[in-house]
């Protein structure tokens, strides 16, 4: 099999429906009309092509995507990202930047595979679904790819973010060294209703979000969900207006730039579905969804006016109540949050692998993760103790 990889530096060289039929597992986060939006408002630079590396657009995220094609046909693919900084990554590296530059060594640009500012497990290699007992070789070929991208640009280190579990054992074998965290994700138990749900529960957890849920709607006349093909201009403005207010109250950075979420509801209008909070006879709060046949993802929250509890209401108890009655597997509701735990989310291992080219550096960074690994996996453990689940038969606290 001669696997030829090429690359290409804009969404708009790339054949939708070619790299959508790739397979992405649960996630929307790298399909065709996601990138689009992000390239199409800024969000994410695109290039001319790896002749033109040198130009770094605003963002920071400056995309190059490698295609694995077979006689012509697209059967894989890794999109990748030169960054200038660690912004919108998730799985942070802060310390090890710093580090580097108080050793005098340049660590930017660095190349990152991942989805741009999301937070979520999802495959970073994509490969075509017939491959068979050619899937490696395919696979193998866009690991070369990437680490040939990181020398040709003169980028100090690679960083594949949210990845798979076998594609961090592959990254392995490749060289790059395994780095673990953690985040909350929300499991579905085979539950008919809600109620079956909160029947899973703690008989003291259970009384806790009747009460938050009974509380947050009393304070409100109406939430519902609206699909993305009916999410019209006013919704719309409402929504990047929700972000950005959200995003300037908690310091922090607005990585969806002005229109992003109009472009999404153009380019993925089935996966796109919004939350939307009314009280006083007028929009004051909403939440963004992207919906798969396998997962539910929750972002971007946000409100006009402070309504207490609606938070977990629109973000957290709505989105179950979703997937219970979409039958999903999944619930993923972002970063962070150790409040979700009581709420029904549970510790999950999320995973990422390294490679960096100071071997000094690498030695030292590599011999941190190990210990962050114990660390993490004790407080896996830890934390899935406290869980609000009931053992069977037991309906106690």
Request: proline share 4%.
């Amino acid at each position: 099999m001669n696997v030829v990889v090429r690359a290409a530096g804009s969404v708009t060289d790339l054949d939708a429906a070619a790299w959508d039929a790739l397979d992405h597992g649960s996630s929307p986060f790298l399909q065709h009309g996601f990138l689009a939006a992000l390239e199409a408002t800024g969000s994410i630079d695109a290039i001319a092509g790896p002749k033109s590396l040198a130009k770094r657009g605003r963002s920071g995220w400056t995309s190059v995507y490698l295609l694995a094609e077979v006689a012509g046909r697209l059967v894989g693919a890794v999109p990748a990202f030169l960054k200038t900084h660690s912004y919108g990554e998730y799985i942070f590296d802060w310390g090890w930047a710093q580090a580097a530059q108080r050793a005098g060594l340049r660590y930017y640009p660095k190349l990152v595979i991942a989805a741009p500012a999301t937070p979520a497990t999802g495959r970073r290699i994509l490969l075509a679904r017939d491959l068979g007992d050619r899937r490696d070789g395919v696979r193998d070929a866009l690991i070369a790819a990437v680490r040939a991208l990181a020398d040709d640009s003169e980028c100090s280190s690679i960083h594949w973010l949210f990845c798979t579990a076998d594609e961090q054992a592959a990254l392995a074998r490749a060289g790059y060294f395994p780095r673990a965290s953690m985040q909350f994700h929300w499991k579905n138990r085979g539950y008919q209703t809600f109620d079956d749900f909160l029947g899973a529960l703690k008989s003291r957890k259970r009384k806790q979000l009747r009460k938050e849920r009974e509380r947050a709607r009393a304070a409100i006349e109406q939430l519902s969900w609206v699909s993305g093909r009916e999410l019209d201009q006013a919704r719309l403005d409402d929504l990047d207006r929700f972000y950005r207010t959200t995003t300037a109250q908690h310091g922090g950075r607005d990585y969806l730039q002005p229109g992003f979420f109009h472009e999404l509801a153009k380019t993925m209008p089935d996966e796109l579905q919004m939350v939307e909070v009314v009280s006083g006879g007028k929009r004051v709060a909403g939440a963004v969804f992207l919906e798969t046949p396998t997962a539910l993802y929750g972002r971007y929250w946000g409100a006009d006016v402070h309504v207490d509890l609606l938070h977990f209401e629109t973000a957290y108890y709505a989105g179950i109540e979703r997937a219970i009655a979409r039958g999903l597997p999944l619930f993923e509701a972002g970063a962070q949050g150790e409040h979700k735990l009581l709420r029904g989310f549970e510790p999950a291992p999320t995973y990422s692998a390294h490679w960096i080219r100071h071997a000094g550096l690498a030695e030292a960074i590599q011999d941190y993760a190990v210990r962050e690994a114990a660390a993490v996996a004790h407080e896996i453990a830890e934390l899935t103790k406290l869980g609000p689940y009931r053992e069977s038969g037991d309906d106690t606290e």
